[in-house]
């Protein structure tokens, strides 16, 4: 039996050849950690790994045992499966024919099923019909009672509309109108009904008219024969007028428009820009009549009025004006006239002396107004450019007499050898009207009053300082200060008194302070004039 078993096991190895797909099912489906069951088994190897010693071969007939009692298992297992399947044919053509029967019995009562399922469609198409039209009913009949509310607000809303106009009260009109508009927004695709298009005309017939008459309004309230200008001492009056008008504006007028409108600003602008035409055209026709006095009281009165704007405005609606550019931020003044003005004696020289040395930086004011109206000042400011050319030639005239007549310092006392007390008045002076010039204008007119200083300063060092240096008779060319600061030996050098030495100290002193002031001033004020060089070649000192 062991030999028949045998030959059968080696006939179906050698005629059952799996594929690598079924063979890798088989795996999945009934795993084995057994290497006889692997797909690739080697019986030497197998052999091998059982007897890897000769030692191990004692244990042959054990193993031998093992794996015939393994193989009788097998055998077994697949007797009674063999066996089991004897009758599977059968049992599977009986639950065949049971399935038919089953399947067609399903078919019959899916049948029966959809049947019935067509008759209650129709039925709920029945049932559903009238609820669609009810649907549209009450859609449409909720649109017309929208509509019709919409209306009946439009036509209440266009008569109280011009019902407020005729009144006059702009505070509701405003909300109201607001209102209206978008209500007739809704009735754009019904324009084609003619109780609809009137409505809307009447709408645009009311804006229409509430803006004409909120300008005539204005113009009732502005009255026009404020806008023209009187002379300039009157200038005081204008702005007085302004400020009242701004105030009654804001009582009245105040609420009826946007806070982000500006209307205030608006209004003083518009009020500046008036005030700046007329003010210049009256100049220009009283040109004669302009005296320095005048000028500076109508300068400082409006400079303060564009003061008294920027602290109540912010200079928003500068900007919306065609061809105004966007105030800038002004940059740091490095302007050392912008101190504070000191008495004009001369006690406070060296106090003087010692700021224009040492100035101090003032910011300048951020004001978005400034020069709004004040501009239409520049092209008059020659009088007042006139005016210290006179006072200065004047004053350079009393230095010479004052000098003349006190006669040179005494020797041995404490003006002996010191600056000249004229100088620091000079200066003192000098700085006042530049102080005056800076808060006009900082372009022409302060080139303009620099460019004469520098006259009389040239005219201080020949008059004063050059004109009254000692006179020798050994120096046919006239005595210099070049001369007096050369060496000279023995016989050649001139011979003077105490006091002549005494007053060519006191020259020469003055004018050292000259060019350092001068030099000073101009390194501090960043302007670059030849003040100082044109001095020094005046009174013939090189620089050290």
Known sequence: ?????????????????????????????????????????????????????????????????????????????????????????????????????????????????KDKAEKSEQMVKEITRDIKQLDHAKRHLTTSITTLNHLHML?????????????????????????????????HKYMG????RQLSERVKVAQ???????????????????????????????????KRQLVDYEEKYGRMFPEEWCMT??????????????LAKVMRTRAKEIEVKLLLFAI???????????????????????????????????NPFLEDEIGEDGSEMEEDLDRVRHPKKHKAPDNPFHGIISKCFESHLYVYI??????????????????????????????????????????????????????????????????????YLREYAWKILSGNLPKTSSNSGGLTIKSLLQEKEGSEAAKFTVEELCLICSILSTAEYCLATTQQVRTHTHKHTQTGLDLIGIIGCEVP
């Open 1 to 113: 039996m062991e030999e028949e078993e045998l030959e059968f096991a080696e006939d179906l190895e050698a005629i059952l050849h799996l594929t690598p797909e079924v063979q890798l099912a088989i795996e999945q489906v009934f795993p084995s950690q057994d290497p006889l069951d692997r797909a690739d088994f080697n019986a030497v190897e197998y052999i091998n790994t059982l007897f890897p010693t000769e030692q191990s071969l004692a244990n042959i007939d054990d193993v031998v045992n093992k794996i015939r009692l393994k193989i009788r298992c097998l055998d077994d297992n697949i007797r009674t499966v063999v066996r089991g399947q004897t009758n599977v044919g059968q049992d599977g053509r009986q639950a065949l024919e049971e399935a038919q029967v089953a399947i067609g019995q399903l078919f019959g009562k899916i049948k029966d099923i």
């Open 386 to 455: 006139e005016s210290q050319d006179k006072n200065l030639g004047e004053m350079i005239d009393r230095f010479v007499s004052d000098f003349r007549a006190q006669g040179p310092p005494k020797a041995g006392t404490e003006d002996g050898g010191a600056v000249l007390p004229s100088c620091a008045d000079l200066f003192v002076y000098y700085k006042k009207c530049m102080v005056q010039c800076s808060q006009l204008s900082t372009g022409e007119p302060m080139i303009a009053f620099t460019t004469i200083f520098q006259k």
């Open 155 to 187: 036509a209440g809303g266009v008569d109280s509309l011009e019902a407020m106009t005729r009144k006059r009260q702009y505070g509701e009109v405003a909300n109201l109108l607001q209102g209206v508009v978008n209500v007739l927004e809704h009735f």
């Open 193 to 196: 009904i003619p109780q609809i």
């Open 208 to 242: 229409s008219e509430l803006g004409t008459q909120i300008l005539a309004d204005f113009e009732e309230a502005f009255p026009a024969q404020g806008s023209k200008v009187a002379w300039l001492d009157k200038i005081d009056r204008r702005y007085a007028w302004i």
């Open 265 to 278: 600003e608006r209004i003083a602008v518009e009020f500046c820009h008036i005030t700046r035409t007329e």
């Open 300 to 334: 400082q009165r409006t400079t303060n009025f564009e003061g008294l704007l920027a602290k109540r405005f912010s200079g928003c609606t500068l900007t919306d004006r065609p061809g105004v550019k966007k105030p800038e931020t002004p940059l740091e003044s490095t």
